[in-house]
């Protein structure tokens, strides 16, 4: 344990690179129908050479590109996202416990997801409504915490908590609203957080842009440790303070609130991701930023891949997520004090 940590501490990318390719293959070939990575390969290899393919490689292809890889590739994505923005939103507002879920992105989002989907029934209301209402909860919880100048991280905190049961209640009224037949089923299951749903048309819409997002916060360390350092230290090394926060924390809302779009609400990882890695790395945003949506894409990824291999009736992966990062938070708190600045 002690060598792998060592490894971990002085080659972290390396390491991360090589678990995600591995749990990514064991996903491929893991589930309730396994596969062997040469029958993957000889239908990819059929396929891609034009011959004639068997019932069974057509089986196999339809398989990995119509449910395996777009339920992968959300993994990696939502994984990423939430990752990358509670490492971002714990530097803007130099505070180690904000996260997502505790500022009120997730829940509003949430519910700007199910009034597309209760209300609207439109896919394209349901993305800029789940946008929108991530937007206005951030809004409202930093506006809050602006209230009480002199506590306003520990008010930033119960401002988020706040919002998240105002959001949270008004989700509970569309439920109560929903048609019992089809879509409140639909609408619970969906906002445990679930990757059932996952397709390649959804990837589409949501991925591209979410993508972009990651990449530009991951390049963005340099910048994000001069904000984390206050106002006044940016703001002499030339940085423009105000426009510079609001879209890394625009950025930061937008790739949270997609994760909403294509998996429903999955709390703590953009909170325990981060401090684990901090762990390994440190402070600096430089290292911790594209660690975290590899580490991020890598929990995620696992914690899918135990869902659908260990259980006979699949989970919601948002309850196993909670269940598994409530232990990881508490050793990362312990092994992070005195580490946060």
Known sequence: MQILLRRL???????????????????????RYPLSIGEIFEAVYQWGSGGKLTDRQDE??????????PRICAAILVGAALSVSGTVYQAMFVNPLVSPSILGVLSGASFGAALGIVVFNSWFLTQFLAFAFACAAVSLAVLFSLLFRRSSILVLILGGMVVGAFFTSLTSLLKYAADPDNQLPELVYWLMGSFTHANNDNLLKVGVISILGIVFLSLQ???????????????SLGVNVKLTRIVFITAATFISA???????????????????????????????LPLAAMGGALYMLSTDLMVRTFFAAELPV???????????????????????R
């Open 258 to 288: 997609s994760t909403v779009v294509l998996a429903g609400t999955i709390s703590w990882v953009g909170l325990v991701v981060p401090h684990m890695l901090r762990f390994l790395t440190g402070p600096d945003n430089r290292k911790l």
């Open 9 to 31: 501490k002085k080659h972290p990318f390396s390491v991360f690179a090589f678990l995600l390719l591995l749990v990514f293959l064991i996903s491929l070939t893991s589930g």
């Open 60 to 69: 196999i292809l339809f398989l990995l590109t119509d449910i395996r890889l």
């Open 318 to 340: 948002g309850i196993i997520t909670s269940l598994v990062s409530l232990p990881l938070f508490i050793f990362a708190i312990v092994q992070n004090r005195g580490r946060w």
């Open 221 to 235: 360390g340099k910048t994000v440790n001069i904000l984390s350092l206050g106002d006044e230290e940016a703001m």
